[in-house]
């Protein structure tokens, strides 16, 4: 798998999130409409903008770790020399692959039993539920990965996920 369809998959997290978020405002709206003109509720609504905001927050993260703008404190990286902060960056790789790694084996334990259970509004199974979760999982680890590799081999682990209209490769 080449770093540059990772790039790309990431960067279609961030377009499927940007996506979700416009369901999410959706919903809330609808909801909104549906409890002051109709007086109901609709309980739907309110698990698939959960279903919503889970994808948004999984899909969205490996972009951001590829680019290495996760939330942070750069004060002190930005001090150091050079390689001090090549040795920084790796450690919050790693760290970033340590997190996935636990949240995929929560998933191994957690999803065989629960996964069979259905949501209480749109009757779906747990692991449909929480399958977009754990396929950001496996994207965030596998970039996470990748970028400890770069580092290990020298090599600029942002570059593949820069994007070109910018030039420090942060978001626009």
């Known amino acids: 798998m080449s770093r540059a369809f990772l790039a790309r998959l990431a960067r279609f997290g961030v377009v499927l999130g940007m996506i979700l978020v416009a369901l999410i405002a959706s919903l809330v709206v609808l909801q909104v409409m549906a409890r002051n003109f109709f007086d109901t509720g609709l309980p739907w609504a309110d698990e698939l903008a959960r279903f919503s905001g889970i994808g948004l927050v999984f899909f969205a993260v490996?972009?951001?770790?590829?680019?290495?703008?996760?939330v942070s404190v750069s004060m002190l990286p930005d001090l150091m020399q050079p390689a001090v902060r090549r040795w920084l960056v790796l450690a919050a790789d790693l760290a970033t692959l340590a997190f996935s790694a636990l949240m995929?084996?929560?998933?191994?334990?957690?999803?065989?039993?629960?996964?069979?259970?259905?949501?209480?509004?749109?009757?779906?199974p747990n692991w449909v539920y929480y399958s977009l979760a754990l396929a950001g999982c496996l994207l965030l680890a596998v970039i996470a990965g990748l970028r400890v590799v770069d580092a290990f081999r020298k090599r600029d682990p942002t570059a593949p996920y820069r994007d070109a209209r910018d030039v420090d490769g942060l978001p626009l």
């Open 104 to 124: 995929i084996w929560s998933f191994a334990e957690f999803l065989p039993r629960a996964g069979k259970f259905l949501t209480p509004a749109m009757r779906l």
């Open 62 to 70: 490996p972009c951001l770790a590829g680019r290495q703008v996760l």
